[in-house]
């Protein structure tokens, strides 16, 4: 099958300039990055602030360009100009800061922007409305200023307007990290139904390990490259490698580590809090009753 | 020494069809070297609490006392309150501005009239405090990491030498090592220069690891305040208004709650390994 991202030997420079404009250094903010994402897939991105996380996911909908390499998005290079377009209706970005992506005085034009202005017919454009704002649980507020939206309903609504596009991928850049704990939940679970339900694909760029132990894949990226990749399970077993890019395991591993070096013979592949649950309930058995 | 909100209503666009009144009835005192974190959902008030703190907003009624004086009084110099209460904002690398880190840094206490000597020695140690070696002085602050530039943002504020630092998400959008950086550096301030620090923060692992005491916030009141390990006992409480506890804290609860004997109330990390450790051993009888 076609791959939704094929990403070949990605290199992305820029340069950092003095204050009086000159050239101070050259930065390779991304360094020979090769993967690929299938279509459907539930895609993690980690990495410490400063790794490439943001400047990778930016050439996905063709927000740069790179220095070397390609990026085809189902199959269309992103340096194809008269493939623009179509890129950016496949892959949607949902940023960061939730007031900077917005653009209309209510709900449900902010999210008709899009579709609209890829030339959907008025018809098709209120019907694609309507379930775009379902899908995200935001119809009851659809005639609302996007002012009077929570953090995480402006998120709904950002994801909302690239669903109304039909986009094939949604790629979300630290969207949940101003959010509260209810916003990020709500982001979340918005993300992982479509993925589930519209097979979409989801690719997740977050600080959050929670939030990614659910993903078919993880992408971990340091200094600019691709330094471990794997299912969550895999790539949490590397603690000292996580360590070393700034990043940590999920709070039930870091506890199962922490039982362990006390000298408890528990498993620290751990995920959930579930799940260390149901190992520290398989020690207390098996010595139970001595 | 204290701050002491007494009573104290605030009502956005009054008289406005968007009239909407973010604190009821708060009355709380901020002591001398305590550790606080404030909790609670987008749009309960925490903002507004903290700006009230250092006189950036007025109370539409009752009053705020800095160390028994009221701040609305004419004669209470404001400039002097925002030096003792120091407020580091959300994303406070935004507003780094200057063209070097030193000279960012001694904006504030050159704002409040120090001494040129002071502003130098303040300035230094402030830095030195936060981490940022000399080597940084004269860097642009805008080619520092994030977590440095969030780190030369604080040291601007503990350059006017503050009594009280209140800190809204100074954690937020950073990586875990960035995070504990940043966390570590409130704790060291708050137990080697003893200052008093409120910090606002969405992640309940790092109030149970970082506060003494815990104010939760929901509407616009402040709903429980206590000790960190009391506020999580009320688990069920602290779902309902979006919050919840840390997932160490549920996964003792529920341990507890089939039966397994772990002692006490358990909230951080070192504590809650130590517990469970104790706990298995306990239950297999020593034979592990």
Same mark, same amino acid.
């Given at each position: 099958?076609?791959?939704?991202?094929?990403?070949?030997?990605?290199?992305?420079?820029?340069?950092?300039?003095?204050?009086?404009?000159?050239?101070?250094?050259?930065?390779?903010?991304?360094?020979?990055?090769?993967?690929?994402?299938?279509?459907?897939?539930?895609?993690?991105?980690?990495?410490?602030?400063?790794?490439?996380?943001?400047?990778?996911?930016?050439?996905?909908?063709?927000?740069?360009?790179?220095?070397?390499?390609?990026?085809?998005?189902?199959?269309?290079?992103?340096?194809?100009?008269?493939?623009?377009?179509?890129?950016?209706?496949?892959?949607?970005?949902?940023?960061?800061?939730?007031?900077?992506?917005?653009?209309?005085?209510?709900?449900?034009?902010?999210?008709?922007?899009?579709?609209?202005?890829?030339?959907?017919?008025?018809?098709?454009?209120?019907?694609?409305?309507?379930?775009?704002?379902?899908?995200?649980?935001?119809?009851?507020?659809?005639?609302?200023?996007?002012?009077?939206?929570?953090?995480?309903?402006?998120?709904?609504?950002?994801?909302?307007?690239?669903?109304?596009?039909?986009?094939?991928?949604?790629?979300?850049?630290?969207?949940?990290?101003?959010?509260?704990?209810?916003?990020?939940?709500?982001?979340?679970?918005?993300?992982?139904?479509?993925?589930?339900?519209?097979?979409?694909?989801?690719?997740?760029?977050?600080?959050?390990?929670?939030?990614?132990?659910?993903?078919?894949?993880?992408?971990?990226?340091?200094?600019?490259?691709?330094?471990?990749?794997?299912?969550?399970?895999?790539?949490?077993?590397?603690?000292?490698?996580?360590?070393?890019?700034?990043?940590?395991?999920?709070?039930?591993?870091?506890?199962?580590?922490?039982?362990?070096?006390?000298?408890?013979?528990?498993?620290?592949?751990?995920?959930?809090?579930?799940?260390?649950?149901?190992?520290?309930?398989?020690?207390?058995?098996?010595?139970?009753?001595? | 020494?204290?701050?002491?909100?007494?009573?104290?209503?605030?009502?956005?666009?009054?008289?406005?069809?968007?009239?909407?009144?973010?604190?009821?009835?708060?009355?709380?005192?901020?002591?001398?070297?305590?550790?606080?974190?404030?909790?609670?959902?987008?749009?309960?008030?925490?903002?507004?609490?903290?700006?009230?703190?250092?006189?950036?907003?007025?109370?539409?009624?009752?009053?705020?006392?800095?160390?028994?004086?009221?701040?609305?009084?004419?004669?209470?110099?404001?400039?002097?309150?925002?030096?003792?209460?120091?407020?580091?904002?959300?994303?406070?690398?935004?507003?780094?501005?200057?063209?070097?880190?030193?000279?960012?840094?001694?904006?504030?206490?050159?704002?409040?009239?120090?001494?040129?000597?002071?502003?130098?020695?303040?300035?230094?140690?402030?830095?030195?405090?936060?981490?940022?070696?000399?080597?940084?002085?004269?860097?642009?602050?805008?080619?520092?990491?994030?977590?440095?530039?969030?780190?030369?943002?604080?040291?601007?504020?503990?350059?006017?030498?503050?009594?009280?630092?209140?800190?809204?998400?100074?954690?937020?959008?950073?990586?875990?090592?960035?995070?504990?950086?940043?966390? =570590?550096?409130?704790? #060291?301030?708050?137990? %080697?220069?003893?200052?008093?620090? @409120?910090? *606002?923060?969405? &992640?309940?692992?790092? !109030?149970?690891?970082?506060?003494?005491?815990?104010?939760?916030?929901?509407?616009?009141?402040?709903?429980?305040?206590?000790?960190? =390990?009391?506020?999580? #006992?009320?688990?069920? %409480?602290?779902?309902?208004?979006? @919050?919840? *506890?840390?997932? &160490?804290?549920?996964? !003792?609860?529920?341990?507890?709650?089939?039966?397994?004997?772990?002692?006490?109330?358990?909230?951080?990390?070192?504590?809650?390994? =130590?517990?469970?450790?104790?706990?298995?051993?306990?239950?297999?009888?020593?034979?592990?």
């Amino acid at each position: 099958m076609k791959k939704i991202v094929e990403i070949k030997n990605l290199v992305h420079e820029y340069a950092r300039r003095d204050s009086e404009g000159n050239v101070a250094e050259i930065v390779r903010a991304v360094d020979s990055v090769n993967l690929e994402i299938e279509p459907g897939a539930f895609v993690a991105v980690l990495g410490a602030n400063g790794s490439g996380k943001s400047t990778l996911a930016k050439h996905l909908n063709a927000l740069l360009m790179p220095t070397e390499g390609t990026v085809l998005i189902d199959g269309k290079n992103t340096e194809d100009r008269e493939k623009l377009l179509d890129i950016r209706k496949t892959a949607g970005m949902v940023f960061q800061n939730p007031d900077n992506q917005i653009v209309a005085n209510v709900v449900e034009e902010d999210v008709a922007f899009g579709p609209e202005n890829l030339g959907v017919p008025t018809e098709k454009l209120e019907k694609r409305v309507h379930d775009s704002l379902k899908a995200v649980d935001l119809f009851e507020e659809r005639k609302k200023s996007p002012n009077r939206l929570s953090g995480g309903q402006k998120q709904r609504a950002a994801i909302a307007g690239i669903l109304a596009m039909r986009s094939k991928c949604i790629i979300l850049d630290e969207a949940t990290a101003m959010l509260d704990p209810v916003g990020r939940k709500q982001v979340l679970q918005a993300v992982l139904e479509l993925n589930r339900e519209e097979h979409i694909t989801v690719i997740l760029i977050t600080h959050f390990m929670e939030e990614v132990i659910e993903a078919d894949q993880i992408f971990v990226m340091k200094q600019g490259e691709v330094v471990l990749s794997g299912t969550p399970r895999q790539v949490f077993s590397r603690k000292e490698l996580l360590e070393e890019c700034g990043l940590t395991l999920p709070d039930a591993a870091r506890i199962a580590w922490g039982l362990k070096l006390k000298g408890l013979s528990v498993r620290t592949d751990v995920l959930s809090m579930q799940e260390l649950e149901e190992e520290l309930n398989g020690i207390g058995v098996s010595h139970g009753g001595v | 020494m204290s701050i002491l909100l007494d009573h104290v209503n605030y009502i956005y666009g009054e008289n406005t069809p968007d009239e909407k009144q973010a604190l009821i009835d708060v009355s709380v005192e901020i002591k001398e070297n305590e550790m606080i974190a404030l909790v609670g959902h987008t749009g309960s008030g925490k903002s507004t609490f903290v700006q009230l703190l250092n006189g950036l907003e007025a109370p539409s009624s009752g009053t705020v006392y800095y160390q028994g004086t009221d701040i609305s009084e004419p004669s209470f110099s404001k400039r002097e309150l925002r030096g003792k209460v120091g407020l580091v904002f959300q994303y406070p690398e935004y507003q780094l501005f200057e063209e070097t880190v030193i000279r960012d840094v001694q904006f504030g206490p050159k704002n409040m009239g120090f001494r040129d000597l002071d502003i130098e020695l303040y300035s230094f140690e402030a830095l030195k405090k936060v981490g940022i070696g000399d080597e940084l002085l004269d860097a642009s602050p805008l080619s520092l990491s994030g977590g440095q530039k969030r780190r030369v943002a604080i040291a601007g504020v503990l350059a006017m030498q503050p009594e009280f630092l209140i800190l809204d998400e100074p954690a937020a959008g950073l990586d875990p090592a960035g995070k504990r950086e940043i966390m =570590e550096l409130l704790k #060291s301030l708050h137990e %080697e220069k003893k200052i008093t620090i @409120l910090f *606002v923060s969405h &992640s309940m692992e790092d !109030v149970a690891e970082y506060a003494k005491r815990v104010l939760v916030m929901n509407e616009g009141r402040i709903v429980l305040d206590g000790r960190s =390990e009391q506020i999580f #006992s009320y688990q069920k %409480e602290l779902e309902q208004i979006g @919050l919840g *506890v840390p997932q &160490s804290v549920s996964l !003792v609860n529920s341990l507890k709650k089939h039966g397994w004997d772990i002692k006490g109330m358990p909230i951080k990390y070192g504590e809650t390994v =130590e517990a469970i450790y104790e706990a298995v051993t306990r239950r297999s009888g020593g034979s592990i």
